[in-house]
């Protein structure tokens, strides 16, 4: 199967794009970001890996029609599991925040809880192919992301935001001025996940603070997320207000201890190798 195949887009205006692999039908399928800069372009996050995503915007002709005269494009992992890093490897400029640089350059595929099932795959990428053998490729990171970093793609810029929680280097990406929030797995329209290994609920509470606080002081308008649909800045409250509100309760904190030590097993079952 070719990445023309593989991969589907829609544009979302201003030099912004929503890509997404066709095939792989689950609710991990991560959000891929193409945003484009005067100066430099920036890939959110850039899914399995299965097929080439350069080629696909290549082809396809997203980075417009002189490429070249800009910085080779940037791609940027929110965090380092696998459902929103496993293409990095096919890019020259890799981000991740410096938590999970070694996860990503040791390949390590219980940090990027690799977890994937033939069920998940609607069309085999290839003959043959069996989600049994699909493992996280190392990358060495290129940009290695502190809170507070600025990226600087011209005409705009995004802020990077430390929110741990998730993963213990999960981040945002902020473009104070058009009111934009890349949040990766950080918050999305759904079950919020903090019992995988490396999750921390006290950091989630204190990033979904943080959330709060940049919809009441009106920083953020529109919510594109690692999951689901795009979202305004009430949805944003209102998901991260829950999170607060019954994070600390005691049905909570028994149910994230089950499903953390069931994960944790099943991710050692199925990387017997790993270093965990």
Known sequence: MSATDWYAHKSLGDGLFWIQERFYQSDNRAN??????????????????????PDYIDTKGLLGKDPQRKNPLLAIATHAHFDHSGGLHQFQQVGVHSAEVDALANGDNFETVTWLSDREIAERPSPGWRARNYKMKAVQPTHILQEGDVINLGDRQLTVLHMPGHSRGSICLHDRDNKLLFSGDVVYDGSMIDWLP???????????????????????????????????????????????????????????????????????????????
Request: hydrophobic content about 35%; charged content about 15%.
């Open 32 to 53: 891929i970001w193409l945003l484009r800069g005067s100066h430099q372009d920036v890939v959110i996050d850039t899914g399995l890996g299965l097929r080439s995503l």
């Open 198 to 276: 490396y999750s921390q609920v006290s950091d989630y509470i204190s990033s979904c603070e943080r959330l709060v606080g940049l919809v009441d002081s009106e920083q953020v308008d529109q919510v594109l997320p690692g999951h689901y649909n795009t979202f305004g800045a009430k949805r944003l409250h209102r998901i991260a207000s829950s999170y607060i509100s019954r994070a600390g309760t005691c049905p909570a904190k028994f149910s994230t201890l089950t499903w953390r030590t069931l994960a944790g097993f099943a991710l050692r079952m199925s990387n017997p190798h790993c270093a965990c």
